[in-house]
């Protein structure tokens, strides 16, 4: 079994057997004793940490997926992929485009399964941000293959997430299900064949992610974007085939899904999936489930779970909840509980010990690390080494990096060194 895993993840990384942080090298590293993070593969179940998965005709065929997440953010002022990635990515593809000196490219190594670029428009409209990565076109098809190469020879799997802002978008006039506004800005209702046009734009934004070299992608269902928008009672109010039950409300990203899957062909297609709103009139898991056991059925690669939109997250008890180490563990659990396909847990996820416990008690079948990775790109290598007191720890009360995201300006970590700190501004210089 151990060898076919190596042989499954060589044919879908193109790279050496040592060059992913994959299961197998996982495995012989739990069996030596030696600490380090367990991630998944397609029908993954984990009976302790380091315990291999069964591999099913459908594993080999629909790929291998990883469970690191991370921060995408910026291009060049015309949505071109010279984007600005976490840690050290940041600085070994800035090295790349020319946009740093040389010397402050260090010797990366990623050690992770997965690194996933979040948040890639698939049309200007659908935008959330001035700074957003774009996939709309094919002019940013060779910046998108320097990202995806970037990644990769850093031996990591490379994905994008692929994402329609609707009511939130950073635009004039945002479309959404139902004219429901969003921060005082009231959104246009879509109506047929707009979805469809929509549709379509995933579709062809994916296929520009597989054409561009990356591993996977992932369609952007959470935070109150556009997917989530049509799922949830609060801001689908449509009283056509699109609205009402929650059977109709999550008809349009099931048909989002098979578009997608039908373009791209044998290549895996994952899901962010919003759980819970965390608002008194939003969505719940009752409900959420129904449309996680959908894309199931129709062949998802696996779904990545969180909780929360923009009209939750600044709300006391909300600002209190993402304090807590792993807040978002239950959601994950939840939908766990429910669905065959695996299941990525995030949320401050900040020590080895606590995802190893996430794992143990199988409340999820993969660990994602966003803002840990910001901190400290070298948690997986530390968690490896059994280094965990060196591990630079995300502080609960500090929200630095999204502040500045909402403001507008290049996001930082002040627990980053001051000459890390110095170099990474210095790319937007």
């Given at each position: 079994?151990?060898?076919?895993?190596?042989?499954?993840?060589?044919?879908?990384?193109?790279?050496?057997?040592?060059?992913?942080?994959?299961?197998?090298?996982?495995?012989?590293?739990w069996r030596t004793a030696n600490r380090k993070m367990a991630w998944g593969i397609e029908e993954a179940e984990f009976d302790r940490i380091g315990t291999p998965p069964q591999l099913t005709d459908k594993d080999r065929r629909d790929g291998?997926?990883?469970?690191?997440?991370?921060?995408?953010?910026?291009?060049?002022?015309?949505?071109?992929?010279?984007?600005?990635?976490?840690?050290?990515?940041?600085?070994?593809?800035?090295?790349?485009?020319?946009?740093?000196?040389?010397?402050?490219?260090?010797?990366?190594?990623?050690?992770?399964?997965?690194?996933?670029?979040?948040?890639?428009?698939?049309?200007?409209?659908?935008?959330?941000?001035?700074?957003?990565?774009?996939?709309?076109?094919?002019?940013?098809?060779?910046?998108?293959?320097?990202?995806?190469?970037?990644?990769?020879?850093?031996?990591?799997?490379?994905?994008?997430?692929?994402?329609?802002?609707?009511?939130?978008?950073?635009?004039?006039?945002?479309?959404?299900?139902?004219?429901?506004?969003?921060?005082?800005?009231?959104?246009?209702?879509?109506?047929?064949?707009?979805?469809?046009?929509?549709?379509?734009?995933?579709?062809?934004?994916?296929?520009?992610?597989?054409?561009a070299g990356f591993d996977l992608v992932e369609l952007h269902g959470g935070t109150g974007y556009l997917l989530a928008q049509f799922v949830s009672p609060r801001t689908n109010q449509r009283t056509d085939a699109y609205g009402g039950s929650?059977?109709?409300?999550?008809?349009?990203?099931?048909?989002?899904?098979?578009?997608?899957?039908?373009?791209?062909?044998?290549?895996?297609?994952?899901?962010?999936?919003?759980?819970?709103?965390?608002?008194?009139?939003?969505?719940?898991?009752?409900?959420?489930?129904?449309?996680?056991?959908?894309?199931?059925?129709?062949?998802?690669?696996?779904?990545?779970?969180?909780?929360?939109?923009?009209?939750?997250?600044?709300?006391?008890?909300?600002?209190?909840?993402?304090?807590?180490?792993?807040?978002?563990?239950?959601?994950?659990?939840?939908?766990?509980?429910?669905?065959?396909?695996p299941v990525i847990a995030a949320g401050r996820i900040s020590t080895p010990a606590k995802a190893e416990s996430i794992l143990q008690k199988k409340s999820a079948d993969l660990i994602g690390l966003a803002r840990m990775l910001w901190v400290?790109?070298?948690?997986?290598?530390?968690?490896?080494?059994?280094?965990?007191?060196?591990?630079?720890?995300?502080?609960?009360?500090?929200?630095?990096?999204?502040?500045?995201?909402?403001?507008?300006?290049?996001?930082?970590?002040?627990?980053?060194?001051?000459?890390?700190?110095?170099?990474?501004?210095?790319?937007?210089?």
């Open positions: 079994m151990l060898q076919t895993i190596k042989r499954f993840i060589k044919r879908k990384s193109k790279a050496p057997d040592d060059a992913v942080l994959s299961i197998p090298d996982q495995i012989e590293s291998f997926v990883g469970a690191i997440l991370s921060y995408g953010f910026g291009h060049d002022g015309h949505g071109n992929a010279d984007a600005v990635l976490s840690g050290k990515l940041a600085w070994e593809y800035a090295c790349k485009r020319r946009r740093v000196k040389t010397w402050q490219c260090e010797d990366i190594h990623f050690d992770r399964s997965e690194i996933m670029v979040e948040n890639s428009s698939i049309t200007p409209n659908g935008s959330g941000s001035p700074r957003t990565i774009r996939c709309d076109h094919n002019r940013y098809l060779n910046g998108l293959e320097v990202l995806a190469n970037t990644i990769k020879n850093e031996k990591s799997l490379a994905g994008l997430q692929i994402n329609h802002a609707g009511r939130f978008a950073h635009v004039s006039e945002p479309v959404a299900p139902s004219v429901v506004p969003a921060f005082g800005k009231s959104p246009r209702a879509l109506t047929k064949r707009d979805m469809t046009t929509i549709q379509k734009q995933y579709a062809n934004a994916a296929l520009r992610v597989k054409k929650i059977e109709n409300r999550i008809k349009f990203p099931i048909e989002v899904l098979k578009r997608v899957k039908d373009t791209v062909g044998n290549f895996p297609v994952g899901y962010r999936f919003l759980v819970d709103e965390w608002l008194p009139d939003g969505l719940k898991a009752k409900e959420s489930i129904v449309l996680a056991k959908g894309l199931e059925k129709e062949g998802v690669a696996y779904i990545s779970t969180m909780g929360g939109t923009y009209e939750s997250f600044f709300l006391p008890e909300i600002i209190n909840k993402v304090k807590r180490p792993g807040y978002m563990v239950s959601l994950a659990a939840t939908v766990k509980k429910a669905v065959g396909v400290d790109p070298e948690w997986p290598k530390k968690a490896r080494k059994g280094d965990d007191r060196s591990i630079l720890k995300c502080n609960p009360k500090c929200d630095a990096c999204q502040q500045l995201v909402i403001q507008g300006k290049p996001a930082y970590c002040p627990r980053w060194s001051k000459e890390k700190r110095a170099a990474y501004r210095e790319l937007f210089q």
